[in-house]
C-alpha cells in the first residue's frame, strides 16, 4: 500500500518561510520523481517543483529564486522549502510520486500566506 504524508502546511505571514515534508511507504522512493503541486480555489491545480531521482529539479517559474525541492533517500522524504512567501502561494499543497506510467499522491497540507 502505497502512502504519502505531507506535513508542515499552515499560516504564515507575508514574507515569511514555511517547509513541507512528504513521506512515503510503500514505493522504492530513490526511483521516483517526486513533486509538490498545488490548488487555489477555483484554479487548476498546478506543478510548484520537482525533483527526479538523480537530483534535477524542475520549479515553476513563480517560484524560482524563492522556493527549494529536496529529497532524503535515505528517509524516504522530499522537502519543500518555501521563502519569500506571497499571498498568491496561498493554496492547497499536494505531494506526488511518479515512475514510468504509475503515479501517487498525498492527501495535502494547506498553506496560507495573509496578514
Known amino acids: 500500500q502505497v502512502q504519502l504524508v505531507e506535513s508542515g502546511g499552515g499560516l504564515v505571514q507575508p514574507g515569511g518561510s514555511l517547509r513541507l515534508s512528504c513521506t512515503a511507504s510503500?514505493?522504492?522512493?530513490?526511483?521516483?520523481?517526486m513533486g509538490w503541486y498545488r490548488q487555489a480555489p477555483g484554479k487548476q491545480r498546478e506543478l510548484v517543483a520537482s525533483?527526479?531521482?538523480?537530483?534535477?529539479?524542475r520549479y515553476a517559474d513563480s517560484v524560482k529564486g524563492r522556493f527549494d525541492i529536496s529529497r532524503h533517500n535515505a528517509e524516504n522524504a522530499v522537502y519543500l522549502q518555501m521563502n519569500s512567501l506571497k499571498p498568491d502561494d496561498t493554496a492547497v499543497y499536494y505531494c506526488?510520486?511518479?515512475?514510468?506510467?504509475?503515479?501517487?499522491w498525498g492527501q495535502g497540507t494547506q498553506v496560507t500566506v495573509s496578514s
Open positions: 506526488y510520486a511518479g515512475w514510468a506510467n504509475l503515479g501517487y
Open positions: 510503500g514505493i522504492i522512493f530513490s526511483a521516483y520523481t
Open positions: 525533483i527526479g531521482s538523480g537530483g534535477s529539479t
